[in-house]
């Protein structure tokens, strides 16, 4: 975790951000009345956790100053969006509790008003229909040291102007052939003040308002009137838009908005090992690398639900990370940290034996069974216990059995006495072998004055290992996650921009043995299996009738809160 994140950690003690700061002076100076922020995605992929952070970010501000949140799809490109794309969205806005309750919009809905501002700007000098190539444009542009050389068309009188923006709307102008222009300033030091473009026209139809219109508008138009109409106070975006905010807020001027919206910029959330950006993901899942936008290995919204990631426990990330102006990354095992943090507490403790070796008790009654009865997570008794049968015959890890066991270790061996959790001590008495010489059970012996897993002479054990009854088990299938990227490498490749691919990041165990209660579970149901990790039915898939279990992360940390 580097320093950036400790100081935010410590900036959440007592004070707070510095978009609180400017909401509180706004409001004491009376530059509004009340808060209204939106959530403004682009339907054009699934939301990932950086998008998490900001939709936490506006909706938590308008619970604070008991305003109003939007959400609000920024559906002014026609070419890349989707319809699934606005409902993996919705649900997930949802899915994080941030409740927009009926305002849903669509800046689609406003182009007839967007038109309107803009043959406004036009009467007031403000605006031109150029007729420049956009690679003529971009010339006149200018560059950071040289300031832009004039559009032919900058002067052309209003009435040409309306005349041809009304060309530019019949249908009759090829793509690219004109644009709307702003009259503002071709020296400006600032290039997206020199005469940016306010409309394209584009014969694209639209998923919403089909062919209605040949005209777009650009995103930098677009998005302040869209603020603008909804009445929208803080308009919170991330520091690639700082540049743009001059521009922003001429929009809204020039449009003369009584109450204009302003613009504040954060930074945008990194994460180290972790791809973020609609475009990676987008390739891992056209290049066939992940299962899908929601395949738990990715951190979208979809795919962290998915995987087992609560929304209490994205919350809690979120809150750690902080609100900053610079730019940091993260500690992706913060995030880890926070669902353990959640589950620790939630979560049932079952058993489940992931690479199981069977156990025959030798001196067990043939035939007999019992039910143990186990708390469920002895952290939370209000989890209350569960009956969990036990017989003869068992399913240990393999692991956890070593014909030649190295030093410290302290689980089973020919000769050693270990507990089978909360069931009886047994110790190993000798093993069969295939024809390759490979253990195919462990023979062993129990105590049965240990039940319960205690010895009432104070003999101890040194290893506890966990157990399913071989009677009862359910079998299921259990997937097992690594990093997608490789972690000794840098996320891209500094050659090609490629990622840094890890070619294991995915393990599937078809025959894990269960307790019985775990054939019985609903989607997205979680636990711990004790060693093993914490883990979640997954949502979609469900092998005959059987759960498919994703492990959301290991119980080991390598993550450790700073103190205060
Ligand atoms: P990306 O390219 O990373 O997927 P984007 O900015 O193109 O993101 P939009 O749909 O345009 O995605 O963004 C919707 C909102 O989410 C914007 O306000 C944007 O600033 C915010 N956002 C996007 N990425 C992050 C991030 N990593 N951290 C915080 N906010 C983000
Ligand atoms: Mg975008």
């Known amino acids: 975790m580097g320093e950036n994140n400790i100081e935010q950690l410590q900036d959440k003690g007592g004070s707070r951000n510095f978009i609180e700061h400017e909401i ?14 939106r959530f403004p995605p682009e339907p054009n992929g699934f939301l990932h956790i950086g998008h998490a952070k900001s939709i936490l970010l506006n909706y938590g501000l308008a619970q604070e100053y008991g305003g109003k949140f939007n959400l609000r799809f920024d559906d002014t490109n026609p070419t890349k969006e989707k319809s699934e794309f606005m409902d993996s969205i919705i649900s997930d806005v949802q899915w994080l509790g941030a409740d927009y309750e009926d305002r849903l919009f669509y800046a689609s809905d406003y ?72 009259r503002i300033d071709m020296a400006s030091p600032n290039i997206n003040m ?45 520091l ?56 738990p290995r990715l951190v979208t919204i979809a795919a962290l639900r998915r995987r087992g ?85 068992l399913y240990i890890e393999r692991e956890d059995f070593m014909e030649e066991p190295p030093k410290k270790y302290f689980r089973l061996f020919p000769g050693n006495e270990v507990r089978l959790m909360n ?57 097992l996650y690594e990093n997608i990227i490789d972690e000794d490498k840098p996320v891209y490749n500094e050659e090609d921009g490629s990622l840094n691919l890890n070619p294991n990041s995915l393990e599937v165990l078809p025959d894990v043995k269960v307790e019985p209660a775990l054939a019985a579970v609903h989607p997205e149901d979680k636990f711990q299996f004790v060693r093993n990790g914490f883990f979640c039915a997954d949502r979609k898939d469900w092998k005959d009738g059987a759960p498919v279990f994703n492990r959301i992360v290991s119980l080991k940390s390598s993550f450790v809160l700073p103190k205060e």
């Open 24 to 37: 509180d002076r706004d409001l004491k100076e009376g530059v509004y009345e009340g808060v209204v922020t």
């Open 111 to 182: 182009f007839e008003q967007m038109r309107d501002e803009a043959v406004k700007l036009i009467r007031k000098g403000k605006a031109y229909v150029s007729t420049l190539t956009a690679d003529e444009i971009r010339e006149y542009r200018g560059t950071l040291t040289e300031p832009g050389k004039p559009d032919p068309d900058r002067d052309r009188s209003v009435e040409d102007n309306l005349r041809m923006f009304e060309e530019m709307q019949s249908g009759s102008v090829p793509d690219g052939a004109m644009t709307l222009r702003a």
């Open 194 to 238: 020199r005469d940016p473009i306010l409309y394209r026209v584009a014969h694209i139809s639209h998923a919403r308002t089909g062919d209605r219109w040949c005209i777009y508008p650009m995103y930098d138009f677009a998005h302040p009137l869209e603020d603008a109409f909804e009445g929208v106070t803080h308009s919170i975006c991330t």
């Open 240 to 295: 690639e838009f700082e540049d743009h905010r001059p521009l922003y807020d001429w929009v809204v001027r020039e449009c003369g908005f009584a109450h204009p919206p302003r613009q504040i910029e954060f930074a945008k959330l990194y994460l180290d090992h972790v791809v973020t950006g609609k475009r990676y993901i987008k390739k891992l899942v056209d290049d066939g690398i992940v299962d899908g936008w929601d395949d």
């Open 309 to 393: 990631y609560t929304p209490d426990s994205i919350r809690r990330f979120v809150d750690l990370c902080g609100v900053s102006k610079a730019n940091s990354v993260a500690d992706d095992a913060m995030l880890e940290y926070c669902i353990r943090e959640d589950l620790k507490e939630k979560a049932p403790r079952m058993m489940a034996v992931l690479r199981p070796l069977r156990l025959v008790i030798d001196n067990y009654p043939e035939g007999q069974t019992e039910e143990m009865e186990i708390e469920n997570n002895k952290d939370v008794p209000e989890l209350g216990v569960r009956r969990v049968p036990f017989g003869r015959e």
């Open 423 to 479: 069931a009886y001590y047994v110790r190993c008495v000798g093993v069969d072998k295939d024809e390759n010489g490979e253990v195919t059970a462990v023979h062993c012996t129990y105590d049965p004055e240990t039940r319960g897993g205690d010895s009432p002479d104070g003999r101890k054990v040194k290893g506890t290992i966990h157990w399913v009854s071989a009677a009862q088990a359910a079998t299921c299938t259990v997937r």
